[in-house]
């Protein structure tokens, strides 16, 4: 299985060749005159350069920067670990520290720069890790300059969270019914929520429930056991919710009885607008919270969309999709490997979630420290 947001850079690292300096043209030899029986020939050795070609060898890339609180009235950055890890293609090469001076300033020198060589710079701050993502430098460029903004925690819930657009995809796949489901978690706060539950001693910061009776599940960023983690009725969450956004992205199947597919589940969190999308081919979709608002297209398909807007966590979303000839219910394969979304299957929807629905994940890419 594939991720459908990860990038690869391959291009191959180049090396600069020594210069060749004026006037070096080789051993040089003399004689004076009329005393060869004396004085033999003496070669002329070249002096000692070996410095000078460590000089030229060293790589020239800098990637300076300073750590930020953006929480009003938040601690020192002053004395944080900020580390560095090199990546040549896709093999993490090389990893570096530095600790930021009494500014929050920090500097790593003698990187290369070729185009195979990517860098991420990340900094943990009271348990949550923080970066701006991958950097690489331009051609001609040999100096980077970053921002990495850190926050203070909570496990005070904020009602100005929310999961501010919601996205459910539904289509058909062999003898199942196929869903994917984007939802986009905002925090407009200025601390990053940590959560206050655990499972498995791990604490979790959002929850998301699934129809019963559904299987395979599938994430796009982690899996079960890692990023998330089973729980009653659905999976939590434990990457916290830092200011701005935060993208959940899964799929799963649901075997369908008589052509009636039961997607009704608990909300969780409160959802300012919701999305759901099914094939404009006879399939009808029935909820008391949803309203039909038309048709889009996509990639040359139409799409009956129905939204909903406002609904409470607590309550129960209705969800019944009636399909317009019954569905054989097979079995349910073994879910296997469930590292990665069916990205085969769903590459058309990932396409129209792309050109309908685009999101953009939070400049700041933060995760705990997974416990050993």
Not at 226 to 249: C, Q
Request: aromatic residues 10%; charged residues 20%.
């Amino acid at each position: 299985m594939k991720r459908a947001l990860s990038l690869v850079i391959l291009l191959s690292l180049a090396f600069t060749p020594m210069p060749t300096l004026a006037g070096d043209h080789g051993p040089i030899s003399y004689r004076r005159p009329d005393r060869s029986s004396l004085h033999p020939t003496r070669p002329y050795r070249r002096p000692d350069r070996s410095s000078l070609h460590s000089s030229i060898d060293a790589p020239p890339g800098t990637i300076r920067g300073q750590v930020v609180n953006g929480t009003a009235g938040g601690g020192s950055t002053a004395g944080l670990e900020v580390v560095l890890r090199a990546f040549q293609g896709a093999s993490e090469s090389e990893t570096r520290t530095a600790t930021t001076d009494a500014g929050g300033q920090f500097r790593f020198q003698n990187l290369q720069v070729g185009g195979d060589w990517t860098y991420r710079v990340q900094v943990t701050y009271q348990g949550v890790t923080y970066s701006q993502g991958m950097l690489s430098f331009e051609t001609g460029q040999d100096e980077i300059v970053t921002e990495i903004a850190v926050y203070e925690t909570t496990t005070t819930w904020d009602d100005q969270i929310e999961v501010g657009r919601a996205h459910v995809f539904i289509t058909l796949s062999d003898a199942s019914l196929l869903v994917m489901e984007l939802y986009i978690l905002a925090n407009p706060t200025d601390r990053t929520y940590v959560g206050t539950q655990e499972i498995g001693g791990r604490r979790w910061a959002s929850r998301f429930y699934l129809p019963q009776g559904s299987y395979d599940l599938a994430f796009d960023d982690g899996s079960l056991g890692g990023r998330f983690m089973a729980a009653e009725g659905g999976f939590v969450d434990t990457e916290p919710l830092w200011p701005g956004s935060t993208s959940v992205l899964y799929s799963y199947r649901l075997d369908c009885q008589a052509g009636d597919c039961d997607l009704t589940r608990e909300i969780a969190h409160p959802i300012a607008d919701l999305n759901v999308l099914v094939p404009d081919s006879g399939v009808q979709v029935r909820s008391e919270w949803l309203a039909f608002e038309g048709e889009r297209e996509a990639g040359g398909q139409p799409y009956s969309n129905y939204v909903g807007r406002g609904l409470a966590p607590g309550r129960t979303l209705d969800l019944h999709v009636r399909l317009p000839q019954a569905i054989p219910a097979p079995s349910p394969a073994p879910s296997g490997d469930a590292q990665g979304l069916p990205w085969i299957v769903l590459g058309g929807l990932v396409t129209l979630l792309v050109l309908a629905y685009p999101f953009w994940r939070q400049r700041v890419q933060a995760t705990t420290e997974e416990k050993a």
